[in-house]
């Protein structure tokens, strides 16, 4: 297959994989210029390209090309001759000023790090601080104390980053870390069952002196690979050997999950990492922005903080794509570009019915759905329906009378009571805290 011919066998994939927006700003003019030994040399128009590929899409383009050539071992990014005479030609006073830089990121195959996960780069905000505390916990004395450290949060709320930056500390200090996926674990083991081989995985896995491990929930239902773990798991932590999980939810909540297991993670510190609050939000902006070189005025950093809806990583994203933006411009952009841009580039919101609602609380907390529309006042029942008032309050934005009219014709002063019992309740009760997160992420 020609260089051409597998390029485009990635961008069908990429497109399939990507919003339109995202697709056509960062894979438009790129190529695959050589494939040399393995390397991919891949053409792309500038170092904006070359820095938001490299750290966004980088593992995902490589993987797409190893699943059309098998042979690919290493990707890299190459300026387009054209845009680099471009740079030449230009007069100096019409050059943009401020570039953003080329990051590293390059991942050690021996440890799978990121490098640049660091405690430095790592934002602290009260949403976040005792997940850090015990981090740092944890870095003073790895193996005695929070071992193992439980981290569980929702999708793009860092946590990734401060397990692999517990990691890269402790690497430099000398100790001999690894990072993996539970997926990528799991497959690890299927593989030397396949060989005939599991003495090896075993091996592998028992000499690290800090095993990090990301994503356990897909561990659900998996038991051989639970049992496998067990095993890993005792043998690391009676030698005293740091081990770091994380999660989408509780480890109590993780569905088909061993008994065994759950107590092994109890021994240690469960900690989370809940929704950013808009301080918090403000925080990671201006850092994210000076950390490519282009701050953002205080009224714009307000604006993204407040009015954006999404996650950290999406709010990273929004904002590597101003900053994009800004540059192609040769200016910064004013508010009202910028609520422009947001409105046309961020990602819709997931339209969910009152019913898909119902209907997921109620196998949340195993009971029957028609409960909920009932008169009934059964204690079990009660809990889930202002659950479903809640969630359709705060986070569809329904209003009072339309709750209680989907939810069985009840008067809308039952549902306002019910929101505000769930919003008190939660301030007191970690557990059922802990239930509205995990069902929220459900309606992401």
């Known amino acids: 297959m020609d260089n051409k011919k ?76 054209e845009e680099m005479r471009e740079k030449m030609e230009t007069p100096k006073t019409q050059q ?11 991942i050690n195959k021996d440890d799978n790090l990121n490098p640049r996960y660091t405690f430095e780069t790592f934002v602290v905000g009260p949403f976040n601080e005792f997940a850090h505390a015990a981090s740092q916990a944890v870095i003073k004395k790895p193996g005695i104390v929070y071992n193992p450290l439980f981290i569980y949060g929702g999708t793009g709320h860092g946590k990734t980053h401060l397990i692999q930056a517990v990691g890269n500390y ?21 593989n030397a069952l396949q060989l005939n081989k599991p003495n090896f995985f075993k091996e592998k896995y028992r000499k690290y002196d800090v095993l990090v491990m990301d ?7 998996k038991m051989k690979i639970q ?11 009676e030698n005293n050997k740091q081990i770091i999980f994380s999660s989408d939810k509780h480890p109590g909540l993780i569905q088909d999950l061993e008994d065994r297991l759950k107590s092994r993670f109890s021994a240690g510190m469960i900690v989370d990492i809940p929704t950013p ?33 999404g996650n950290i990583r999406e709010l990273e994203g929004i904002i590597n794509s101003i900053t994009v933006s800004a540059q192609l411009k040769n200016r910064e952009l004013t508010l009202v570009e910028v609520k422009n841009f947001v409105k046309n580039n961020s990602k819709p919101k997931k339209i969910v019915s009152t019913k898909e609602v119902v ?15 009932d008169k009934t006042r059964k204690k079990e029942v009660i809990k889930p329906r202002q659950v479903i008032m809640y969630i359709l309050r705060e986070d569809f934005n329904i209003s009072y009378p339309a709750i209680g009219e989907k939810l069985g014709g009840r008067d809308h002063t039952t549902v306002m009571h019910s929101c505000e019992k769930v919003k008190n309740d939660m301030k007191a009760d970690e557990t059922l805290t802990q239930e509205i997160t995990q069902l929220r992420s459900i309606f992401v």
């Open 277 to 309: 609050d808009s301080e918090s939000r403000a925080a990671i902006i201006r850092n994210k922005a000076n950390a490519v070189g282009f701050p953002l005025s205080k009224e714009i950093v307000d604006y993204l903080a407040y009015s954006v809806a």
């Open 170 to 190: 402790l690497k430099n200090l000398g100790r001999k870390v690894f990072y993996t996926t539970s997926e990528k674990f799991g497959q690890e083991y299927i």
């Open 227 to 237: 049992e496998e773990l067990f095993h890993l798991f005792n043998h690391l932590y």
């Open 96 to 106: 943009i000023t401020r570039e953003l830089p080329i990051i590293d990121v390059y």
């Open 359 to 373: 209907k997921t609380v109620a196998e949340f907390y195993n009971i029957e759905e028609q409960l909920i529309y």
């Open 6 to 81: 597998l390029w485009d066998s990635v961008l069908v994939e990429m497109e399939l994989n990507l919003s339109k927006p995202n697709f056509n700003t960062w894979f438009k003019d790129t190529a695959i210029v050589k494939l040399e030994e393995g390397a991919v040399y891949l053409s792309v128009p500038n170092t904006f390209v070359q820095d938001w590929l490299g750290s966004k899409f980088h593992n995902m383009i490589l993987k797409a090309l190893r699943n059309t050539a098998s042979g690919v071992q290493s990707l890299h990014y190459v300026i387009s001759k």
């Open 215 to 221: 994503d356990i929930q897909f561990f659900s239902g």
